[in-house]
T-cell receptor
Framework: GDSVTQMEGPVTLSEEAFLTINCTYT??????LFWYVQYPGEGLQLLLK?????DKGSNKGFEATYRKETTSFHLEKGSVQVSDSAVYFC??????????FGAGTILRVKS | GAVVSQHPSRVICKSGTSVKIECRSL??????MFWYRQFPKQSLMLMAT?????????EQGVEKDKFLINHASLTLSTLTVTSAHPEDSSFYIC????????????FGPGTRLTVL
């Protein structure tokens, strides 16, 4: 079945460090790919998305590129801030159907 | 745009009572709404998908009679946890998808349910 695999956390970084959170997927078709962020005690916020191969989603300094050849959608940010501390979820959706989430990766940024 | 609200944000109830959680899309029409459950430090588990005006589709293992879902309008869906028990305590999150072909879901802030 369709699935999403994320790197295990927690990921702990110092402020201004470079961030990469790996995400790979398995899907029977050509999914849309998403990154959602969840701050403590809150729901999920859409961070960015990409709908086809080679698309790059970007928002708030975060980027991810849809790589069909490696079935990946890694999240990157050049310089993290303390306020980026949250849980990050990679997800896929096929043909507008339900989202399939990865397990989530906790990011902790220290000042 | 694309704001989804949930009410209440927190609720504490006694075992055996029923609790209703509302999910509203504030600035768009949501033909489809989703209900998720999230356990501490875990990912989201899809409970059911509801389409406006029709019966909800429940995921395998989710009790239909325990988790009643109603999607009576294009901006409102409700989840009622009937005869709640302590094991139903969890964080419930809804999401909404607008009409027309789109694959983006917008999430509500979640409702923390504690059953004593």
């Amino acid at each position: 079945g369709d699935s999403v695999t994320q790197m295990e956390g927690p990921v702990t970084l110092s402020e201004e460090a470079f961030l990469t959170i790996n995400c790979t997927y398995t899907a029977t078709g050509y999914p849309s790919l998403f990154w959602y962020v969840q701050y403590p005690g809150e729901g999920l916020q859409l961070l960015l998305k990409a709908t086809k191969a080679d698309d790059k989603g970007s928002n708030k300094g975060f980027e991810a590129t849809y790589r069909k050849e490696t079935t990946s959608f890694h999240l990157e940010k050049g310089s993290v801030q303390v306020s980026d501390s949250a849980v990050y979820f990679c997800a896929l959706s096929l043909y507008g159907n339900k989202l399939v989430f990865g397990a989530g990766t906790i990011l902790r940024v220290k000042s | 745009g694309a704001v989804v609200s949930q009410h209440p944000s927190r609720v504490i109830c006694k075992s055996g009572t029923s609790v209703k959680i509302e999910c509203r899309s504030l600035d768009f029409q949501a033909t489809t709404m989703f209900w998720y459950r999230q356990f501490p430090k875990q990912s989201l588990m899809l409970m059911a998908t509801s389409n406006e005006g029709s019966k909800a589709t429940y995921e395998q293992g989710v009790e239909k009679d325990k988790f009643l879902i109603n999607h009576a309008s294009l901006t409102l869906s409700t989840l009622t946890v009937t005869s709640a028990h302590p094991e139903d305590s969890s964080f419930y999150i809804c999401s909404a998808r607008s009409s027309g072909y789109t694959d983006t879901q917008y999430f509500g802030p979640g409702t923390r349910l504690t059953v004593l």
